[in-house]
């Protein structure tokens, strides 16, 4: 049984930073693809960043060269560094796995290709 364990969330100024961790357990690491998504109130959840087992990364237009994604050489935590935060980027911020299978570029970031979710961890940013 997959599990992500989402952390690192809280209130921040804007122009800040934060890290987001996501513990995963229940797998083999050999290959997979995980995500970031964000869903603030009344809005649809939203793709942010992306990587795969073989260190592919993808980000959404909103985030890239403020946010990066990166995972630790075991594949057990997936990180996600968020500079320059905006009160845009105030979000309930999810953790996504897809285990095995394939994943073509035009799907990471679209919610409905993950399998495995975390419970979220809320961002705030405030002006």
């Known amino acids: 049984q997959v599990q992500l364990v989402e952390s690192g969330g809280g209130s921040v100024q804007a122009g800040g930073s934060l890290r987001l961790s996501c513990a995963a357990s229940?797998?083999?690491?050999?290959?997979?693809?995980m995500a970031w998504f964000r869903q603030a109130p009344g809005k649809e959840r939203e793709g942010v960043a992306y990587?795969?087992?073989?260190?592919?990364?993808s980000y959404a237009d909103y985030v890239k060269a403020r946010f990066t994604i990166s995972h630790d050489n075991a594949g057990n935590t997936l990180y996600l560094q968020m500079n320059s935060l905006k009160p845009e980027d105030t979000a309930m911020y999810y953790c996504a796995a897809q285990i095995g299978g394939t994943m073509t570029y035009e799907w990471r970031l679209k919610a409905y290709k993950y399998n495995y979710w975390g419970q979220g961890t809320q961002v705030i940013v405030s002006s």
């Open positions: 229940g797998y083999t690491p050999n290959s997979y693809y």
């Open positions: 990587i795969d087992s073989d260190g592919g990364t």
